[in-house]
């Protein structure tokens, strides 16, 4: 099984390191969250895919909490769960059985889409305060506001408000 993973990981050309035996740490590069660090364990009866997505919010928890469960439904391999501090990660198993280099492939595409992908709009329900404030202190400072530039919309005390 570790063939499998490595050869899938090497295939899609994916950074990784095995710190123990049976166990990848792989980090996958987005566009919106830079990088999405993921886990892959193999274990007696199943592969474990494990991915932190983010904290647990600030604010605004019950929209951040439907937004997630309402994803959840259309989602393939994973899905979000929550840690015991309530940090949100996304979480799955796979039989060993139906493992192969492809569907390793296919499940890492998965986290990334679904990290990548919804990363902007989790940071918007649960941690629109803080991004507002970071926005002033930088502009205040003199500081780049490029990777601020998906919150515009409704950081920038500038914008046009609809």
């Known amino acids: 099984m570790r063939e499998v993973i490595e050869a899938a990981l090497k295939g899609a050309e994916i950074s990784y390191e095995e710190p123990r035996p049976g166990a990848f740490l792989a980090k996958l590069p987005g566009q919106h969250k830079l990088a999405t660090m993921t886990w892959l364990i193999i274990g007696d009866q199943a592969l474990h895919v494990e991915a932190f997505f983010c904290r647990q919010p600030d ?44 569907e390793v492939d296919r499940l890492l595409g998965c986290v990334l889409t679904y990290s990548d992908e919804g990363f902007d709009r989790a940071l ?5 305060s803080s991004i507002r404030k970071e926005w002033e202190w930088r502009a205040k400072r003199g500081e780049s ?18």
């Open 59 to 102: 604010e605004n928890h019950e929209a951040f909490y439907r937004w997630l469960l309402t994803k959840n439904g259309s989602m393939y391999g994973v899905h979000f769960a929550l840690d015991p501090v309530g940090d949100v990660y996304l979480v799955g198993r796979v039989p060993l059985q139906a493992v192969s280099e492809e």
């Open 124 to 128: 918007e329900l649960g941690f629109a």
């Open 145 to 162: 506001l490029a990777n601020l530039q998906a919150f515009a919309r409704f950081a920038n005390p500038d914008a046009e408000r609809g």
